[in-house]
């Protein structure tokens, strides 16, 4: 290995060790105690020298998990509180079914959880919740008037709301999330209009925080801070703090560590490509067709099957099935397969590691259940199978491309992957929350065009895409 490779794989270890550095000593002065309680995962955060503090019920929202709320939840016991943030049933690590009744049940148990965690005070307690958590919460405080003393609600759904319930009403909503700035400005009319007055607990507010939307706003320190303060407003400030939670930019530390020490180890394994010519017309011609006909195919098939709980998850199976029927069409087009050795499963196998490294191993503590529940390694499989010849034909189509090349396939690639899934939403609006996906495809294909710019062979590039892929989608879709 040359010279600089070495001091490219030393620093790569340098980065990896400091980002890990950073995510520990984020939990210093922290309890963190994993629970499990009628099948509910659950963690709790309270500072260690919590005593009688007030507690928060922190709700993740649909397809998220107790990860995705984490930066909450160190907000807020950094700040003081205790707060106990669990998995839906069909999320996360929960192996339940999500069903009529479950959130009820699910939040029953969070609110028992914390009620038997020695530092809270159980006569005040206050819920968070995103999106469909957010609904949750919000009909929690409303039933239970008397047990919670504030709410918020991030990116809300909706609620029968009064002047007067649920107490102490924080309404946000990002810039970029239009129909949930809607939904907020509703709420908020119901509710009375904005009152400064928590004293009274009939307090309303409505945050509109700048340049998120509906993922994004999870991680934007304008919505925690406007959280903290709703919620020190209520129960007076539990202690100063000046901690902003980068966890996350910690994360990109980690990846960028991997990737600089997949780039120096890789030409010592790499393979050369074998792929016959492929023309313009068959490169852009199959990327079309194959981010198009595949929207006439799940029409038809909706006719037949139930696309919104395919494969046993909710909506991610009619993803992959999306993705085989495009793979399929695209690698018609190139009329072409290069030969599939072992050393180039070998090699996939290996880049997926490293990949799954990266981004999971650091995810199941900052943003993402990434340890699949055996119900999802089966899904994990299927749709790695189904999305394979999409990947395949891809990579195909990228061999002897310059870097520069590589970088506006990858932007076409994006573009076509939106619009594909946009134009299933015009057609099967029932698989609306396919859109959760539009955001991640620009971040997931420049991920994976780095790599593929490392790795260089078809099937070496194929194999770890699709399995990553298959994994995100497989830790994040509920089981149906």
Do not use: C
């Not at 500072?47 to 709700?59: N, T």
């Not at 958590?133 to 047990?147: K, N, Q």
């Not at 390694?377 to 002897?400: D, H, K, R």
């Amino acid at each position: 290995m040359k010279r600089s490779r070495i001091g490219l794989l030393i620093l790569a270890v340098l980065l990896i060790a400091l980002s890990w550095w950073g995510i520990f000593t984020a939990r210093a002065g922290l309890i963190v105690r994993p629970l499990n309680q009628e099948g509910v995962p659950l963690l709790y955060l309270a500072p260690k020298s919590a005593k009688s503090v007030p507690g928060v019920l922190v709700a993740h929202g649909y397809s998220g998990s107790k990860q995705l709320m984490l930066t909450y939840g160190y907000v807020l016991s950094q700040s003081g509180y205790a707060v106990m943030l669990w998995d839906w049933d069909g999320h996360g690590a929960n192996p339940n079914r999500l069903h009529s009744g479950s959130l009820q049940r699910n939040f029953q148990t969070a609110w028992n959880a914390i009620a038997q965690q020695p530092e809270v005070d159980r006569s005040r307690l206050a819920v968070l919740g995103h999106s469909m958590g957010s609904g949750a919460v919000m009909d929690a405080a409303i039933e239970h008037l008397s047990d919670f003393s504030a709410t918020v609600a991030i990116s809300p759904t909706g609620a029968t709301v009064t002047a007067d319930r649920p107490r102490n009403l924080q309404l946000q909503a990002g810039t970029w999330e239009g129909g949930f700035i809607r939904n907020a400005e509703r709420i908020l009319q119901q509710a009375g209009g904005t009152n400064s007055d928590t004293a009274s607990e009939r307090g309303r507010e409505f945050v509109l925080v700048p340049n998120v939307e509906h993922i994004t706003i999870l991680f934007n320190s304008v919505s925690h801070t406007a959280a903290r303060h709703w919620l020190d407003r209520t129960f007076g400030q539990q202690q100063q703090s000046q901690y902003v939670d980068r966890r996350m930019l910690w994360q990109g530390v980690h990846l960028v560590g991997w990737i600089m020490a997949l780039t120096a180890v890789m030409p010592s394994v790499r393979m050369k490509g074998e792929v016959s010519a492929i023309s313009a017309v068959q490169r852009w011609g199959g990327l079309i067709l194959s981010s198009i006909v595949p929207t006439l195919g799940l029409v038809l098939l909706n006719r037949v099957i139930d696309l919104q709980t395919l494969g046993g998850v909710q909506v991610g199976g009619a993803v992959a099935l999306w993705f085989l029927m495009a793979g399929a069409i695209w690698l018609s087009v190139l009329r072409q397969i290069p030969p599939l050795r072992l050393r180039a499963v070998g090699v996939g196998i290996g880049v997926f590691t490293v990949l799954w490294i990266a981004v999971g191993a650091m995810a199941q503590v900052v943003w993402l259940q990434s340890v699949l529940t055996p119900e999802r390694l089966v899904v994990w499989g299927a749709i790695a199978i189904a999305s394979l010849p999409w990947f395949l034909a891809t990579e195909m189509t990228q061999q002897n491309r310059t870097p520069a090349q590589r970088i506006a396939w990858g932007v076409a690639q994006s573009i076509a992957l939106i619009g594909g899934f946009v134009l299933v939403l015009q057609f099967l609006p029932q698989l609306g929350f396919m859109f959760l996906l539009l955001p991640l495809f620009p971040v997931l294909i420049s991920l994976l065009s780095i790599v593929s710019a490392q790795v260089r062979e078809s099937w070496s590039v194929a194999i770890p895409s699709a399995l990553f892929f298959a994994w995100l989608l497989a830790a994040g879709f509920p089981l149906a």
